[in-house]
């Protein structure tokens, strides 16, 4: 346990399984005033009953903050003008929404006069670090309790029995004891039936997009004007952050795009299996990178594309407010300042095609570029061009004809 007195805490809550009975625990094993913190960071349906639950549960307050606009502005498209993927698959829902989360729980605390912070992240997994890195990273110390690292309650089977025990409504069942994250770049589902990963996930568990095999027959275009590497509009309407992401997501889930079916590797050791929806920032990453693609200058390109696995890999760690993180996101935005245009694509039973894109700052020319005969490009200094940069090379097999004689 946390050491010294602790009379208030500041919970961030869910309103799911694992917070609600964490919410109840704390008021009973530390005898304290537990302050209750829901972020909406695109959750819908899931914060109607929060504060309601909260206060039944045990809560002397709720907060719920409207975060949206916040979490997909500094969070979420911070992230896609560096086109982070972790593993090549992850586009790193959960992972953007913690230090977010963090951040205003620690400004809660701070104006509730808190002694601790808590969580309900589990000692396996990665929430735990993302949450944890970046409480002290704001406050060095504060005092945190981690209540899968402390009770005997080490199953969900467990919580759910100490829920019905203590009469808290929740909405896991024995039939679908999955996890979920939801917010408005995905929805993660983990555990239960999911923990084989030969098992296929079952239809009935997608929310946010249909199947591929189920979307329209008929492709739909769309249009996605760029400003500095932002997305700022969907077919020439203007969209704040927040909405632009929610419009993609609408697109995208008609059209089947955006699951992803992964096994990757947490920070603490082990491989996890877990399924994902994101329709919307599959077809955002995927625009950035064809607008990238007329408006980047090939060597800072390559540069910064060799940053992404380390990018990504801070962001999946939980070193959101790092100094190297910090380092990278500043040379990374100035990487964007010509990254402004529009881009066409295609949507179509789970892909996403890209049909044209245009730029006023495009370094694409026609004029160089044309197989047809053109007056800017003598082809013949290709010769040269070709000999120095094969010259280590015929040196090199030179060297070894001479050897073996």
């Known amino acids: 346990m946390v050491g010294g007195n602790i009379k208030k805490v500041v919970l961030a809550y869910s309103g799911g399984l694992d917070t609600s009975v964490i919410l109840k625990w704390l008021a009973e094993t530390y005898d304290c005033e537990v302050i209750a913190f829901s972020a909406d960071i695109g959750q819908e349906e899931e914060l109607s009953d929060v504060e309601e639950k909260a206060l039944k549960t045990g809560a002397i307050k709720v907060y719920i903050d409207d975060l949206k ?134 239809e009935d568990m997608f929310t946010l ?3 591929p095999q189920d979307a329209p027959d008929k492709p739909e275009i769309i249009e996605i004007t760029f400003e500095k590497g932002d997305p700022v ?34 920070f603490v050791g082990m491989k996890s299996r877990g399924v994902y929806e994101t329709p919307g920032g599959t077809i955002l990453r995927f625009a950035h990178m064809n607008m990238e693609s007329i408006t980047m200058d090939r060597e800072v390109m390559h540069l910064r594309d060799s940053l992404i696995p380390k990018y990504s890999e801070l962001v999946y760690n939980g070193f959101w407010f790092s100094p190297e993180m910090k380092l990278m996101q500043d040379m990374i935005d100035g990487t964007q300042e010509n990254v402004s245009g529009v881009v066409r694509l295609e949507l179509y039973k789970g892909s996403c095609r890209v049909l044209g894109r245009k730029s006023m700052e495009s370094l694409y020319s026609e004029d160089f570029a044309t197989f047809e ?32 004689r």
Not at 175 to 200: A, C, F, M, V
Not at 386 to 402: E, G, V
Request: net charge neutral; no cysteine; aromatic share 8%.
């Open 233 to 266: 509009a969907i077919n020439n309407n203007s969209l704040s952050p927040a909405n632009l992401l929610k419009e993609l997501n609408r697109l995208g889930g008609r059209h089947g795009i955006g699951r992803a079916d992964i096994v990757e590797n947490r």
């Open 69 to 202: 606009e916040t979490f997909v502005k500094d969070y979420v498209f911070a992230a896609f003008r560096a086109n982070a993927v972790y593993e090549g698959q992850y586009l790193l829902g959960t992972s953007l929404a913690r230090p977010l989360i963090a951040k205003r729980q620690m400004e809660i605390a701070r104006i509730e006069g808190a002694d601790a912070v808590s969580h309900g992240a589990t000692g396996k997994g990665n929430d735990q670090v993302r949450f944890e890195l970046s409480y002290l990273a704001i406050d060095p110390d504060i005092k945190i309790i981690a209540p899968w690292r402390e009770w005997d309650l080490n199953s969900r089977t467990a919580l759910m029995a100490f829920a019905e025990k203590h009469g808290i409504d929740v909405p896991t069942t024995p039939q679908k004891p999955y996890s979920t994250d939801r917010n408005l770049l995905h929805i993660s589902y983990e555990g239960g039936i999911l923990e084989d990963p030969w098992q296929e996930p079952t």
């Open 209 to 211: 997009s249909v199947s």
């Open 373 to 404: 005969d053109d007056s800017v490009y003598s082809q013949k200094d290709a010769e040269g061009f070709i000999r120095l940069n094969a010259l280590r090379l015929r040196i090199q097999k030179m060297i070894k004809n001479r050897s073996r």
